[in-house]
């Protein structure tokens, strides 16, 4: 802690000084804060603006959060995305061809989300909140409808009475490559969803699968179809 932090916080809890500097107190604290947490935005010629306002993507450090890293890659398309990071060593990566109607990211402590290549998204949340040392890998080329959620943690912990044992741990969840998630469907912690896979409206995946083109539905998702694939444009415009 620098000495001029230690006078911030001083100041800050000062019930005497705090009306007339705590408005100075906070601009300190906010810019000592930032030193340790990095906003990249990158360039189609791979050049890093670091620290960069960018349009239509709110980033928050809240508290003492530090040491966290976020990185934009242009080109992409956001109507509303906002990062909210409460604690420290967070790492958010969005490759480039992302377009994004609304997704809200919420971190805890020692987390990590990166998204593919030309990722779609009409509407998520994903939270990795209350489960250090998880992440979140989606592949290239996905195509997330909305009304989803995603998570790595239940947030509040179950165990066994006797032996104080966790029986639901945080886990990661990982996302292949052209998976195509259809609306209101949820995605858990444990969950792992291969390459060009399908998972179906209203449906729950809570666990890991291996096997790639396959058609995943219910609650939890069971295969209900293998041999398949999927393609973006509709079935009125799908040239056999």
């Known amino acids: 802690m620098t000495l001029k932090h230690y006078i911030a916080l001083k100041i800050y809890g000062s019930k005497f000084l705090k009306k007339i500097l705590r408005p100075l107190a906070l601009f300190i604290l906010s810019k000592e804060r930032n030193k340790t947490n990095t906003v990249v935005y990158v360039k189609k010629d791979g050049t890093k603006i670091y620290n960069k306002k960018i349009k239509n993507i709110k980033i928050e450090f809240l508290g003492n959060a530090s040491n966290n890293y976020i990185e934009i890659r242009e080109p992409y398309s956001v109507g509303n995305l906002n990062i909210t990071v409460e604690g420290n060593s967070n790492t958010f990566i969005l490759d480039y061809g992302a377009k994004i109607v609304r997704m809200t990211v919420a971190f805890g402590n020692e987390t990590k989300v990166s998204i593919g290549k030309n990722f779609y998204v009409g509407g ?109 444009c509709s079935s009125e415009q799908w040239d056999f």
């Not at 409808?145 to 947030?155: E, F, I, Q």
């Not at 792992?192 to 449906?203: E, F, G, L, M, Y």
């Open 124 to 232: 998520m949340t994903i939270q990795v909140t209350n489960s250090m040392g998880k992440k979140v890998e989606i592949g290239s080329d996905c195509l997330f409808s909305y009304g989803l959620v995603l998570r790595t943690s239940d947030a509040h912990t179950i165990y066994d009475m006797n032996t104080k044992k966790i029986l639901n741990p945080c886990d990661d969840v990982i996302v292949g490559n052209h998976v195509w998630v259809a609306a209101h469907a949820n995605i858990y912690k444990g969950a792992k969803i291969p390459d060009d896979c399908v998972v179906a409206a209203h449906s729950l995946v809570n666990k890991k699968f291996d096997k790639t083109n396959c058609l995943l539905a219910g609650m939890p998702v069971v295969v209900k179809k293998e041999n398949i694939n999927w393609n973006s």
